[in-house]
Protein backbone atom coordinates (compact mmCIF):
# COMPACT_ATOMS: atom_id res chain seq x y z
CA UNK A 1 0.00 0.00 0.00
CA UNK A 2 1.18 3.74 -0.73
CA UNK A 3 1.32 5.85 2.74
CA UNK A 4 -2.06 6.51 4.41
CA UNK A 5 -4.37 8.99 3.10
CA UNK A 6 -4.78 11.93 5.35
CA UNK A 7 -8.48 13.73 5.85
CA UNK A 8 -7.53 16.40 3.51
CA UNK A 9 -6.53 13.93 0.26
CA UNK A 10 -9.70 11.73 1.43
CA UNK A 11 -11.68 15.09 0.65
CA UNK A 12 -10.32 16.12 -2.35
CA UNK A 13 -10.13 12.76 -3.27
CA UNK A 14 -13.95 12.50 -3.26
CA UNK A 15 -14.00 16.16 -4.65
CA UNK A 16 -11.16 17.36 -6.53
CA UNK A 17 -12.61 21.14 -6.77
CA UNK A 18 -12.65 20.89 -2.73
CA UNK A 19 -11.88 24.19 -1.36
CA UNK A 20 -9.81 24.89 -4.82
CA UNK A 21 -10.04 27.87 -6.69
CA UNK A 22 -13.13 27.83 -9.17
CA UNK A 23 -11.66 25.88 -12.36
CA UNK A 24 -12.91 28.91 -14.95
CA UNK A 25 -10.71 31.42 -12.56
CA UNK A 26 -7.59 28.83 -12.82
CA UNK A 27 -8.05 28.93 -16.53
CA UNK A 28 -8.02 33.00 -16.68
CA UNK A 29 -5.09 32.62 -14.56
CA UNK A 30 -3.01 30.49 -16.37
CA UNK A 31 -3.92 32.94 -19.58
CA UNK A 32 -3.24 35.98 -17.06
CA UNK A 33 0.02 34.77 -16.15
CA UNK A 34 1.58 32.56 -19.21
CA UNK A 35 -0.27 34.22 -22.43
CA UNK A 36 -2.13 31.01 -23.36
CA UNK A 37 -3.58 27.94 -22.22
CA UNK A 38 -3.43 24.81 -24.80
CA UNK A 39 -5.87 22.17 -23.85
CA UNK A 40 -5.28 18.29 -25.05
CA UNK A 41 -8.61 16.58 -26.23
CA UNK A 42 -9.60 13.72 -24.62
CA UNK A 43 -12.49 10.95 -25.06
CA UNK A 44 -13.08 9.07 -21.66
CA UNK A 45 -12.27 9.90 -17.99
CA UNK A 46 -9.29 7.29 -18.54
CA UNK A 47 -7.84 9.61 -21.52
CA UNK A 48 -8.11 12.56 -18.99
CA UNK A 49 -6.22 10.35 -15.71
CA UNK A 50 -3.16 9.31 -18.33
CA UNK A 51 -3.25 13.31 -19.32
CA UNK A 52 -3.16 14.24 -15.78
CA UNK A 53 -0.27 11.59 -15.10
CA UNK A 54 1.67 12.83 -18.15
CA UNK A 55 2.04 16.53 -17.26
CA UNK A 56 2.54 15.46 -13.16
CA UNK A 57 5.02 13.33 -13.99
CA UNK A 58 6.63 16.12 -16.52
CA UNK A 59 6.61 18.73 -13.58
CA UNK A 60 7.71 15.63 -10.67
CA UNK A 61 10.90 15.23 -12.96
CA UNK A 62 11.54 19.61 -13.34
CA UNK A 63 10.29 19.74 -16.89
CA UNK A 64 7.20 22.12 -17.98
CA UNK A 65 4.50 20.43 -19.85
CA UNK A 66 3.31 21.49 -23.11
CA UNK A 67 -0.17 21.49 -22.20
CA UNK A 68 -2.09 22.96 -19.09
CA UNK A 69 -5.92 21.94 -19.67
CA UNK A 70 -8.26 19.09 -20.46
CA UNK A 71 -10.03 19.35 -23.83
CA UNK A 72 -13.33 17.44 -23.54
CA UNK A 73 -15.35 17.34 -27.12
CA UNK A 74 -18.28 16.21 -28.67
CA UNK A 75 -16.68 14.42 -31.54
CA UNK A 76 -13.96 12.32 -29.66
CA UNK A 77 -17.02 11.39 -26.70
CA UNK A 78 -19.32 10.54 -29.69
CA UNK A 79 -16.69 8.10 -31.34
CA UNK A 80 -15.99 6.78 -28.83
CA UNK A 81 -19.35 5.47 -28.17
CA UNK A 82 -19.40 4.27 -32.01
CA UNK A 83 -21.19 7.22 -33.19
CA UNK A 84 -20.06 10.38 -35.47
CA UNK A 85 -20.46 13.76 -34.47
CA UNK A 86 -24.12 14.01 -35.96
CA UNK A 87 -25.74 15.37 -32.52
CA UNK A 88 -26.38 11.92 -30.89
CA UNK A 89 -25.71 12.35 -27.64
CA UNK A 90 -28.59 14.33 -25.47
CA UNK A 91 -27.72 16.94 -22.43
CA UNK A 92 -27.32 14.66 -19.91
CA UNK A 93 -25.02 11.86 -21.52
CA UNK A 94 -22.80 14.77 -22.24
CA UNK A 95 -23.01 15.98 -18.57
CA UNK A 96 -22.20 13.10 -17.26
CA UNK A 97 -18.99 12.81 -19.59
CA UNK A 98 -18.00 15.99 -17.90
CA UNK A 99 -18.43 15.32 -14.86
CA UNK A 100 -16.39 12.08 -15.51
CA UNK A 101 -13.63 14.10 -17.05
CA UNK A 102 -13.50 16.44 -14.22
CA UNK A 103 -13.03 13.82 -11.46
CA UNK A 104 -10.23 12.25 -13.01
CA UNK A 105 -8.44 15.53 -14.37
CA UNK A 106 -8.39 16.66 -10.82
CA UNK A 107 -6.48 20.29 -10.75
CA UNK A 108 -6.22 20.89 -14.39
CA UNK A 109 -9.35 23.14 -15.83
CA UNK A 110 -11.53 21.14 -18.25
CA UNK A 111 -13.10 22.84 -20.99
CA UNK A 112 -16.41 20.97 -22.83
CA UNK A 113 -18.30 21.14 -25.35
CA UNK A 114 -21.83 22.29 -25.33
CA UNK A 115 -22.62 22.37 -28.76
CA UNK A 116 -25.70 24.28 -29.31
CA UNK A 117 -26.67 24.52 -26.14
CA UNK A 118 -29.65 21.57 -26.68
CA UNK A 119 -32.58 23.70 -27.37
CA UNK A 120 -33.71 26.87 -27.73
CA UNK A 121 -31.98 29.95 -25.59
CA UNK A 122 -34.99 28.84 -22.59
CA UNK A 123 -34.27 24.91 -22.67
CA UNK A 124 -30.21 25.77 -22.71
CA UNK A 125 -30.75 27.62 -19.08
CA UNK A 126 -31.01 23.51 -18.16
CA UNK A 127 -27.59 22.89 -20.16
CA UNK A 128 -25.58 25.66 -18.12
CA UNK A 129 -26.98 24.22 -14.96
CA UNK A 130 -26.08 20.85 -15.70
CA UNK A 131 -22.63 22.03 -16.98
CA UNK A 132 -21.83 23.62 -14.05
CA UNK A 133 -22.56 21.24 -11.65
CA UNK A 134 -19.69 19.22 -13.39
CA UNK A 135 -16.86 21.81 -12.51
CA UNK A 136 -15.76 22.28 -15.88
CA UNK A 137 -14.10 25.34 -16.61
CA UNK A 138 -15.17 26.20 -19.86
CA UNK A 139 -18.24 25.56 -22.14
CA UNK A 140 -18.54 26.66 -25.58
CA UNK A 141 -21.46 27.37 -27.71
CA UNK A 142 -22.08 27.31 -31.17
CA UNK A 143 -24.09 28.61 -33.43
CA UNK A 144 -25.30 25.40 -36.01
CA UNK A 145 -28.35 25.00 -36.35
CA UNK A 146 -30.34 21.90 -34.27
CA UNK A 147 -29.30 19.72 -37.62
CA UNK A 148 -25.57 20.02 -36.54
CA UNK A 149 -22.27 17.75 -37.09
CA UNK A 150 -18.90 17.87 -36.25
CA UNK A 151 -17.07 21.65 -37.63
CA UNK A 152 -15.66 19.77 -40.47
CA UNK A 153 -18.63 17.66 -41.61
CA UNK A 154 -20.47 18.85 -44.84
CA UNK A 155 -23.66 20.21 -44.79
CA UNK A 156 -23.30 22.42 -41.90
CA UNK A 157 -26.14 25.46 -41.51
CA UNK A 158 -26.12 28.20 -38.90
CA UNK A 159 -28.78 30.01 -37.03
CA UNK A 160 -29.60 33.66 -37.62
CA UNK A 161 -27.12 35.75 -35.46
CA UNK A 162 -30.33 37.05 -33.48
CA UNK A 163 -31.09 33.37 -31.98
CA UNK A 164 -26.95 33.09 -31.15
CA UNK A 165 -27.12 36.12 -29.21
CA UNK A 166 -30.23 35.44 -27.58
CA UNK A 167 -28.42 32.20 -26.53
CA UNK A 168 -25.39 34.08 -25.53
CA UNK A 169 -27.12 36.17 -23.22
CA UNK A 170 -29.70 33.35 -21.57
CA UNK A 171 -26.35 31.28 -20.63
CA UNK A 172 -24.84 34.41 -19.17
CA UNK A 173 -27.58 34.86 -17.18
CA UNK A 174 -28.16 31.26 -15.80
CA UNK A 175 -24.52 31.80 -15.19
CA UNK A 176 -25.19 34.78 -13.00
CA UNK A 177 -28.41 33.02 -11.29
CA UNK A 178 -26.73 29.69 -10.20
CA UNK A 179 -23.01 32.25 -8.97
CA UNK A 180 -21.12 29.99 -11.17
CA UNK A 181 -17.48 31.16 -12.26
CA UNK A 182 -17.64 29.10 -15.23
CA UNK A 183 -16.55 30.91 -18.59
CA UNK A 184 -18.20 30.33 -21.60
CA UNK A 185 -16.57 30.34 -25.66
CA UNK A 186 -18.87 31.47 -28.59
CA UNK A 187 -18.36 29.46 -31.55
CA UNK A 188 -19.44 30.47 -34.90
CA UNK A 189 -19.10 27.99 -37.71
CA UNK A 190 -19.87 30.56 -40.76
CA UNK A 191 -17.07 29.34 -42.20
CA UNK A 192 -17.18 26.75 -44.33
CA UNK A 193 -21.18 26.65 -43.92
CA UNK A 194 -23.82 26.67 -46.53
CA UNK A 195 -25.26 30.00 -45.44
CA UNK A 196 -21.90 31.89 -44.16
CA UNK A 197 -18.20 32.36 -44.85
CA UNK A 198 -15.02 34.42 -43.76
CA UNK A 199 -16.49 37.62 -44.18
CA UNK A 200 -19.72 36.30 -41.92
CA UNK A 201 -17.75 35.04 -39.52
CA UNK A 202 -15.70 38.33 -39.14
CA UNK A 203 -19.71 39.67 -38.35
CA UNK A 204 -20.59 36.96 -36.36
CA UNK A 205 -17.67 37.63 -34.02
CA UNK A 206 -17.77 41.06 -33.29
CA UNK A 207 -21.30 40.22 -32.66
CA UNK A 208 -20.72 37.53 -29.77
CA UNK A 209 -18.04 39.85 -28.40
CA UNK A 210 -20.30 42.75 -28.39
CA UNK A 211 -23.28 40.70 -26.73
CA UNK A 212 -24.12 42.26 -23.29
CA UNK A 213 -26.99 41.29 -20.47
CA UNK A 214 -27.77 43.71 -17.90
CA UNK A 215 -24.03 44.97 -18.47
CA UNK A 216 -22.19 41.55 -18.20
CA UNK A 217 -20.29 40.30 -21.20
CA UNK A 218 -22.27 37.04 -22.35
CA UNK A 219 -18.95 35.53 -24.36
CA UNK A 220 -15.36 35.17 -22.33
CA UNK A 221 -13.81 33.57 -25.36
CA UNK A 222 -14.47 33.66 -29.10
CA UNK A 223 -13.38 30.97 -31.90
CA UNK A 224 -13.92 30.43 -34.92
CA UNK A 225 -13.59 27.52 -36.44
CA UNK A 226 -11.62 26.69 -39.97
CA UNK A 227 -12.11 24.47 -42.31
CA UNK A 228 -8.24 24.07 -43.53
CA UNK A 229 -4.92 25.18 -41.74
CA UNK A 230 -4.76 28.45 -44.41
CA UNK A 231 -2.87 31.20 -42.41
CA UNK A 232 -4.19 33.91 -44.55
CA UNK A 233 -7.93 32.53 -43.47
CA UNK A 234 -7.22 33.14 -39.96
CA UNK A 235 -5.00 35.93 -39.64
CA UNK A 236 -7.46 37.57 -41.90
CA UNK A 237 -10.34 36.61 -38.91
CA UNK A 238 -8.13 37.25 -35.94
CA UNK A 239 -6.33 40.52 -37.41
CA UNK A 240 -10.59 41.65 -37.90
CA UNK A 241 -11.50 40.21 -34.06
CA UNK A 242 -7.89 42.52 -32.54
CA UNK A 243 -9.05 45.46 -34.34
CA UNK A 244 -12.88 45.21 -33.31
CA UNK A 245 -11.61 44.18 -29.48
CA UNK A 246 -7.84 43.80 -28.52
CA UNK A 247 -8.54 42.54 -25.04
CA UNK A 248 -11.42 39.57 -26.13
CA UNK A 249 -9.27 36.09 -25.65
CA UNK A 250 -9.36 34.44 -28.65
CA UNK A 251 -9.89 30.42 -29.20
CA UNK A 252 -8.34 27.92 -32.27
CA UNK A 253 -8.52 24.46 -32.62
CA UNK A 254 -5.38 23.08 -33.37
CA UNK A 255 -7.41 20.04 -34.74
CA UNK A 256 -5.67 17.01 -35.53
CA UNK A 257 -8.83 16.55 -38.44
CA UNK A 258 -6.28 18.80 -40.45
CA UNK A 259 -3.44 17.89 -42.02
CA UNK A 260 -1.48 20.92 -41.27
CA UNK A 261 2.07 19.24 -42.49
CA UNK A 262 0.82 18.51 -45.53
CA UNK A 263 -0.77 21.44 -46.31
CA UNK A 264 2.20 23.76 -45.33
CA UNK A 265 4.11 21.67 -47.86
CA UNK A 266 1.86 22.40 -50.54
CA UNK A 267 1.03 25.63 -49.64
CA UNK A 268 3.46 27.05 -48.14
CA UNK A 269 6.93 24.62 -48.58
CA UNK A 270 9.30 26.89 -47.02
CA UNK A 271 7.44 27.37 -43.17
CA UNK A 272 6.46 25.09 -40.69
CA UNK A 273 3.13 24.70 -38.83
CA UNK A 274 2.69 27.00 -36.33
CA UNK A 275 3.78 26.28 -32.93
CA UNK A 276 1.45 27.14 -29.99
CA UNK A 277 3.74 30.56 -29.45
CA UNK A 278 3.23 31.43 -33.10
CA UNK A 279 -0.37 31.25 -32.80
CA UNK A 280 -0.01 33.07 -29.16
CA UNK A 281 2.11 36.03 -31.39
CA UNK A 282 -0.87 36.51 -33.74
CA UNK A 283 -3.69 36.68 -31.25
CA UNK A 284 -4.96 33.47 -29.69
CA UNK A 285 -5.24 32.85 -25.97
CA UNK A 286 -6.60 29.36 -26.08
CA UNK A 287 -5.17 27.07 -28.36
CA UNK A 288 -6.54 22.98 -28.33
CA UNK A 289 -6.20 19.95 -30.24
CA UNK A 290 -10.21 18.33 -30.11
CA UNK A 291 -9.49 14.95 -31.32
CA UNK A 292 -5.88 14.26 -30.11
CA UNK A 293 -6.34 11.32 -27.84
CA UNK A 294 -8.93 9.44 -30.14
CA UNK A 295 -6.07 9.40 -33.12
CA UNK A 296 -3.66 8.08 -30.63
CA UNK A 297 -6.02 5.43 -29.51
CA UNK A 298 -7.20 4.55 -32.86
CA UNK A 299 -3.77 4.28 -34.56
CA UNK A 300 -2.79 2.19 -30.82
CA UNK A 301 -5.87 -0.24 -30.83
CA UNK A 302 -5.40 -0.91 -34.66
CA UNK A 303 -1.76 -1.43 -34.81
CA UNK A 304 -2.11 -4.19 -31.28
CA UNK A 305 -5.57 -5.99 -32.85
CA UNK A 306 -3.27 -6.41 -35.61
CA UNK A 307 -0.43 -8.19 -33.89
CA UNK A 308 -3.13 -10.86 -31.73
CA UNK A 309 -4.49 -11.06 -35.69
CA UNK A 310 -1.61 -12.26 -36.62
CA UNK A 311 0.01 -13.60 -33.97
CA UNK A 312 -2.03 -14.63 -31.39
CA UNK A 313 -1.25 -15.62 -27.83
CA UNK A 314 2.95 -14.15 -28.63
CA UNK A 315 1.37 -11.34 -28.88
CA UNK A 316 0.12 -10.86 -25.21
CA UNK A 317 3.38 -12.19 -24.31
CA UNK A 318 5.11 -9.53 -26.29
CA UNK A 319 2.67 -6.41 -24.84
CA UNK A 320 3.21 -7.62 -21.45
CA UNK A 321 7.06 -7.31 -21.87
CA UNK A 322 6.74 -4.09 -23.54
CA UNK A 323 4.80 -3.02 -20.64
CA UNK A 324 6.63 -3.88 -17.85
CA UNK A 325 7.72 -1.37 -15.45
CA UNK A 326 6.03 1.67 -17.29
CA UNK A 327 3.58 3.78 -15.68
CA UNK A 328 0.81 2.09 -18.18
CA UNK A 329 1.88 -1.42 -17.45
CA UNK A 330 -0.26 -1.15 -14.04
CA UNK A 331 -3.92 -0.66 -14.77
CA UNK A 332 -5.42 -1.19 -11.88
CA UNK A 333 -3.77 1.56 -10.14
CA UNK A 334 -4.34 3.66 -13.19
CA UNK A 335 -8.03 2.41 -12.77
CA UNK A 336 -8.13 4.44 -9.24
CA UNK A 337 -7.47 0.78 -7.44
CA UNK A 338 -4.99 1.78 -5.48
CA UNK A 339 -6.41 5.46 -4.52
CA UNK A 340 -10.12 3.62 -3.50
CA UNK A 341 -8.16 1.43 -1.26
CA UNK A 342 -6.17 3.71 0.55
CA UNK A 343 -9.86 5.87 1.03
CA UNK A 344 -11.17 2.31 2.14
CA UNK A 345 -8.24 2.41 4.85
CA UNK A 346 -9.03 5.78 5.63
CA UNK A 347 -12.64 5.04 6.39
CA UNK A 348 -12.47 1.76 7.61
CA UNK A 349 -9.27 1.41 9.65
CA UNK A 350 -7.32 -1.14 10.76
CA UNK A 351 -10.12 -3.75 10.14
CA UNK A 352 -10.34 -2.48 6.41
CA UNK A 353 -6.22 -2.50 6.14
CA UNK A 354 -6.36 -6.00 7.35
CA UNK A 355 -8.59 -7.16 4.62
CA UNK A 356 -6.89 -5.86 2.52
CA UNK A 357 -3.01 -6.82 3.44
CA UNK A 358 -4.68 -10.42 3.46
CA UNK A 359 -6.14 -11.08 0.41
CA UNK A 360 -3.70 -11.56 -2.90
CA UNK A 361 -4.24 -8.57 -5.73
CA UNK A 362 -2.35 -9.15 -8.68
CA UNK A 363 1.11 -7.16 -8.54
CA UNK A 364 -0.84 -3.82 -8.97
CA UNK A 365 -0.94 -1.82 -6.26
CA UNK A 366 -3.76 -3.79 -4.69
CA UNK A 367 -3.38 -6.98 -2.00
CA UNK A 368 -0.35 -9.43 -0.94
CA UNK A 369 1.34 -9.82 -4.50
CA UNK A 370 1.40 -6.20 -4.39
CA UNK A 371 3.93 -5.96 -1.35
CA UNK A 372 6.37 -8.66 -2.20
Not at 176 to 205: F, Q, V, W
Not at 254 to 264: F, G, L, Q
Amino acid sequence: MEKKMSHEEALRFLNPKYEQKPAGDVFMDIIAKKGFVVAIGVSSALDACLARMVKENIEASGGTSEYDAIYAGGWSFSCSRGYPDMGFLNRQIMADHMENVVRTARSMPVIGDAETGYGDPKALTLTVKAYAKTGLAVAHLEDQDEDRACGHGAGRTIVSSETMVAKLKSWRLALIAIGSHMRLLARTDAIGSTNGGLKTAIERGKRYMDAEIDGHRCADLLWAEFATPDRDVIKTWVDAMRRHDSKMPLAINYSPNKDWPEWYRKNYPCEEPPSYRDLHKIGYSYIFHTIAASRMIMEAVYRGMMEFGMNGATALHVLQDQQRGMVYGRPQAIAGMTDWQNYAIHVGGEEAEQRLAQSAGFGDGSGKLDQK
